[in-house]
């Protein structure tokens, strides 16, 4: 029995099936580049669904949390830390907003900008108690938890998790009209991905953002941004509401925030909506922590240079030059902005997964029929070129 074979075993008998990975184990990373316990390497077309935008063990990230492990990593919010000041005031610049409530996983991300609207909705824009709504939109991906799979429309995110959890109001991506007909007096937040990931990188109708925006502004109502996954440099700007050049009322952060090192998350907003907390109202043991602070200041640090937005601007462009190339009568569509790409097949895309990794690609599919392409923003051109080219393969099988 291989190494691979034997790790996988263990995983299979004593992991909860909850994912299903590639037959392959990651031993080391570098860059855009992975290799397995039996020394094969690859290139990484994913990037842990953005979480790596800046690359495997990038330096500066690495450095930056060898330095914090070396002094302090947890007191818990019960103290301050000489990290935690300078982190929220730094995203709060990064983001044009008054102030940051870090957490840790993305998931959490969302639920605090949930309670932050619902909070928002009851004290300052004075809805009846009880009847607050948000409004969320079919194809939707933010999490995992109880809350957010009960206005998911997937039905392996959804299904027998129930009872589940009233006040949303779930509405067509990119129809207008049906989410103005959705909006009332008591809808407190407008919960949107400026591209859906999990739903297979769709891109809304152009102008739709900016309707949002509109909406939520003449209702009253915060516009929330969830750039957790196409953030932070991934579609070739800071954040994907620019390519509208729309500003929301919260964004919610995440992934790449991280590194790729550790769980980092935050909600940023202004002083008038995340205001509404008082001490005792919502927290997280870990959530800006030391050693998440020091990461997430590097992180803030290398994007304030333009360079890793540039490069997936740049190297996004061929990238989609490249796909639309692809054989129409294999690929049907290809969605996406920057370096990031949903790749619509006509038949299953999992086989194509495989046969992508067997040529030293790791890519992957979500629902059925679209292959994923997310490759860290370090990717080097020549490395991108030889990976679409696998892909061409790949999908002639």
Not at 163 to 175: C, E, H, L, N, S
Not at 276 to 301: D, M, W, Y
Request: net charge negative.
């Amino acid at each position: 029995m291989t190494a691979t074979e034997q790790l996988r075993a263990m995983s299979e008998e004593h992991s909860a099936h909850n994912y299903h990975p590639l037959p392959i184990v990651v031993a080391d990373a570098e860059g855009a580049w992975l290799t397995d316990v039996e020394g094969r390497r690859y290139l990484d077309m994913l990037a842990a669904y953005s979480a790596v935008n800046f690359g495997h063990r990038n330096p500066r990230l690495v450095a930056a949390a060898r330095r914090q492990l070396e002094r302090v990593t947890l007191v818990s919010r019960a103290f301050d830390h000489d990290q935690f000041g300078p982190f929220v005031t730094e995203l709060a610049e990064l983001c044009g907003k008054d102030m940051v409530l870090p957490m840790n996983s993305g998931a959490e991300a969302v639920e605090t900008a949930l309670k932050t609207a619902r909070k928002w909705g009851y004290e300052v824009k004075g809805v009846p108690s009880g009847e607050a709504n948000i409004i969320t939109f079919e194809g939707n991906f933010h999490g995992r938890t109880t809350t957010i799979v009960s206005f998911s429309t997937d039905p392996d995110a959804r299904d027998s998790y129930g009872p589940y959890t009233p006040g949303f109001r779930t509405v067509p991506y990119g129809d207008v009209d049906a989410l103005k007909a959705a909006m009332d007096a008591s809808t407190v937040g407008v919960l949107i991905e400026p591209i859906q990931g999990e739903a297979g990188v769709n891109v809304p109708p152009s102008g739709f953002l900016r309707a949002v925006r509109e909406l939520c502004t003449a209702n009253g109502t915060l516009m929330m941004a969830d750039e957790i996954q196409s953030g932070l440099g991934r579609t070739g700007t800071t954040f994907a509401v620019e390519h509208e050049n729309v500003v929301p009322d919260v964004y919610i952060l995440g992934k790449a925030l991280g590194g790729g090192i550790m769980p980092v998350s935050a909600v940023v907003a202004d002083r008038d909506v995340l205001g509404v907390f008082k001490p005792g109202q919502h927290g997280s043991t870990f959530g800006g922590n030391p050693l998440a602070c020091a990461i997430g200041r590097e992180v803030i640090a290398m994007l304030r240079t333009g360079e890793y937005q540039e490069r997936s601007r740049a190297l996004g462009a061929h990238l989609h030059d490249r796909l639309g190339r692809l054989p129409g009568d294999l690929v049907r569509e290809v969605r996406g902005r920057g370096l990031w790409a949903g790749v619509e097949l006509y038949g299953r895309a999992r086989p194509v997964s495989e046969r992508l990794m067997e040529l030293g690609v790791l890519a992957k599919e979500t629902h059925e029929t679209t292959l994923r392409l997310a490759p860290p923003l370090v990717v080097e051109r020549e490395d991108l070129d030889w990976a679409l080219d696998q892909l061409e393969a790949a999908l002639k099988g």
